[in-house]
């Protein structure tokens, strides 16, 4: 017993297999060694068979007539037991139930069939697991931090800075990181220490530093510009912080080179002129460190009393409604609406004569016969002398003229004649 339990000890995670793996062969195998009943119980009182089998995986009460009546005990069993608890149905389970029931003999016998049945079953345990993988999820993993908090039901890791150094420059970046992280407790993230293998090296430093990361601190040096994609990845960061509106770039010169001009223009840190009045790495500290969003307070403005703002006094609140006074325009207060006089023009003449012809002859009605004949023709002779005179108006003045030259003239000649 000691032996065969080390035997199985020895195999590791190699048995650690659902039992799902089984094929037809072996599981009529147990069933032939397990279904006849067995008379000797073990020294726990377990009977040696199938119903031993079952107390052990913990198949009991209500499930127990189900499984007599099957034709094939151990079957069913195995059946069951995989339904109800599938994470402990396990071949490795299995073997060690068997030696408690003391089968050894079942466990020799089909061990060569189980160890083919496990090799065969291996393709298709790669297949469940990558079934199993949740695509959503394993998109977001481009750290191994990342792994561990997924896997606690968190969100992933985010970085105050991703470090960008060349493989020349690693002495240095490592020093850097351990004072960020062990003396100043930033969280930084790095290329060759932090990124999982399999995915796409570019891509997953441009989302970390895009979305997860709040600066890049590129450590500048003859031998980090000599490389393209470095020099991208700043240009990258470069045009994040204009469209972000953030420092996205914490430049470190580590050694003295030629500076690209579009990083010129950034002001940076330069590792060779510390001194007694600059402390380098307090310096990259308080760069990288984000400032915590809080509402400005806005002080007091204090004016002069010839600057003072008049002040309103406050409106009392009655319960009487106000009366809003007719505001009128300045000019009509000042100048007094006049009542113009209104002349009939020549056109309206007509229709005013009109109207008094009509009422002069409603007038009529009540009078005689012959009075209103009378009358009728009076009017409508003087109607006609009104238009016709004011139709020869014009005419008239000129015709006076002459008739006053004429008898001028005639009253001359009576003079000459009377001489």
């Not at 793996?21 to 009977?47: F, Q, R, V, Y």
């Not at 790669?126 to 561990?148: A, Y």
């Not at 007094?336 to 008094?356: A, H, Q, R, T, Y």
Request: hydrophobic share 35%.
């Amino acid at each position: 017993m000691n032996a065969r339990s080390f035997d199985l000890a020895m195999a590791g995670d190699s048995y650690e297999v659902s039992i799902k793996a089984l094929s037809t062969k072996t599981i009529a195998l147990l069933s032939t060694l397990l279904n006849p009943p067995k008379i000797i119980l073990t020294e726990d009182g377990l009977p040696r068979d199938w119903n031993g089998l079952a107390e052990l995986v913990g198949i009991s009460g209500e499930c127990i007539p189900s499984l007599q009546n099957a034709k094939d005990h151990t079957k069913k069993l195995l059946s069951v037991w995989h339904e109800k608890d599938q994470k402990s149905s396990t071949i490795c389970n299995l073997l060690t139930h068997l030696e408690k029931l003391d089968r050894f003999d079942v466990v020799e016998d089909v061990q060569y069939f189980i160890d083919e049945d496990i090799k065969a079953y291996q393709p298709t345990c790669e297949k469940d697991k990558l079934s199993n993988v949740n695509p959503g999820l394993d998109s977001l993993v481009l750290t191994r931090e990342d792994i561990v908090r997924l896997e606690n039901g968190l969100g992933p890791q985010h970085y105050d800075a991703f470090v960008l150094f060349a493989d020349e420059d690693a002495n240095f970046a490592t020093e850097l990181i351990d004072k960020m992280e062990n003396d100043y407790k930033l969280k930084l993230c790095t290329r060759d220490r932090d990124l999982v293998a399999g995915i796409f090296e570019h891509e997953a430093i441009m989302k970390l530093i895009s979305l997860r990361c709040d600066r890049l601190v590129p450590v500048l040096s003859p031998a980090f510009l000599d490389s393209y994609s470095n020099k991208f990845i700043c240009s990258f960061a470069q045009s994040l912080g204009i469209e972000q509106q953030t420092r996205k770039i914490v430049p470190c010169l580590y050694t003295p080179c030629q500076v690209p001009s579009d990083l010129k223009c950034l002001f940076m840190l330069d590792y060779q002129r510390q001194g007694k009045f600059s402390n380098f790495w307090k310096r990259v500290r308080d760069s990288i460190k984000m400032v915590n969003q809080s509402p400005v307070p806005t002080s007091p403005i204090y004016r002069s009393s010839s600057q003072q703002i008049p002040q309103t006094p406050p409106i009392a609140e009655t319960n009487h409604i106000a009366i809003v006074p007719d505001i009128t325009h300045e000019s009509s207060l000042l100048k007094p609406k006049k009542n113009g006089v209104k002349f009939s023009s020549m056109i309206n003449l007509p229709s005013i004569e009109n109207d008094e012809i009509v009422s002069s002859i409603s007038e009529t009605d009540s009078l005689p016969a012959q009075i209103v004949e009378v009358k009728k023709s009076k009017i409508k002779t003087g109607w006609l002398k009104k238009i016709l005179s004011n139709k020869n108006h014009k005419c008239s003045d000129a015709n006076h003229e002459s008739h006053k030259k004429n008898l001028f003239r005639s009253i001359k000649r009576k003079v000459a004649i009377a001489n």
